[in-house]
């Protein structure tokens, strides 16, 4: 892999992690149109993936001290008060419940997900799925439901569309955004529990992924991980800028049309023998 090409997977990545139309999906059509041989492909995407979570923490740095100073300040010395329906105090617990399913999915099933990331026809159909659930929120009527009145049933229900999308194609974002926005939560709160929920998915990945981020350094060069990293991080940002604005004014479904495009596209070229 070239620095080259990891600019462009990095640009990809940034792209696409945050609007709702698979940055794993968009990784895996951008590697086979390149036709890049490399033994590592899940590994580069945790590393474009740490500089998205990255701009997920400078976009939502004040949610995410506020819930920093809450723990140390506030749970560690009363327990008990981890449960109260405060906002930050919340908000941990919800987060904690959305991340059990991509955990426990992430841990059994490492090798079969790994083996997806080289299945471009999944990834295809994986799309269209997408569009069709992000579709579906244009029939969404969200009831004002804020933090503090998320149930954990519906938190848990966020955190099983966050572990459907461990699939490639399946939109994180878009996938647990529309979760939040069907079970009537409000945009403001959907989107703010959907990245917060992916910091401890993405940092955990990386966790499981240190050991083969260094081999990969030695197989492909740091340059590559550095590019790709530095670029998500950076266009990263702004796209996450551009989506809650899409939300914010009920959009969300607007993206579904470009999932089914590309989706539509990807089988084609399936079915001629690209992307094979």
């Not at 999906?25 to 890049?36: F, I, N, P, R």
């Not at 029939?139 to 503090?148: D, H, I, L, N, Q």
Request: proline share 3%; hydrophobic share 55%; glycine share 10%.
């Amino acid at each position: 892999m070239t620095t080259l090409q990891a600019f462009v997977l990095g640009l990809v990545q940034a792209l696409t992690e945050f609007l709702p139309v698979s940055s794993s999906g968009h990784l895996v059509l951008a590697q086979k149109a390149m036709q890049l041989r490399t033994d590592f492909p899940a590994t580069f995407e945790v590393v474009v993936h740490l500089g998205t979570l990255l701009a997920t923490l400078l976009v939502f740095w004040k949610p995410v001290w506020e819930m920093v100073v809450f723990f140390f300040g506030t749970a560690i010395r009363k327990p008990n008060a981890c449960m109260c329906r405060t906002g930050a105090g919340w908000m941990i617990v919800l987060i904690v419940i959305g991340s059990i399913p991509a955990g426990v999915v992430g841990v059994l099933f490492e090798d079969q997900i790994e083996a997806m990331f080289s299945n471009a026809l999944l990834v295809a159909l994986a799309l269209c799925a997408t569009g069709a659930v992000l579709f579906a929120t244009r029939w969404s009527r969200p009831r004002g439901v804020g933090v503090e009145n998320v149930s954990l049933g519906r938190g848990l229900i966020v955190g099983v569309a966050q572990a459907i999308a461990i699939t490639p194609g399946i939109s994180r974002s878009g996938s647990t955004i529309a979760a939040g926005l069907l079970c009537g939560i409000d945009r403001e709160t959907a989107a703010r529990l959907s990245f917060l929920l992916s910091l401890p998915a993405v940092g955990g990945a990386a966790l499981l992924k240190a050991r083969d981020i260094g081999e990969a350094g030695a197989a492909i060069g740091v340059e590559p991980l550095l590019a790709g990293f530095v670029t998500s991080f950076m266009v990263g940002y702004l796209a996450l800028k551009i989506l809650l604005g899409f939300v914010r004014r009920g959009r969300l479904h607007w993206f579904a049309y470009y999932c089914w495009a590309l989706g539509i596209a990807a089988l084609i070229a399936w079915s001629m023998g690209y992307l094979r």
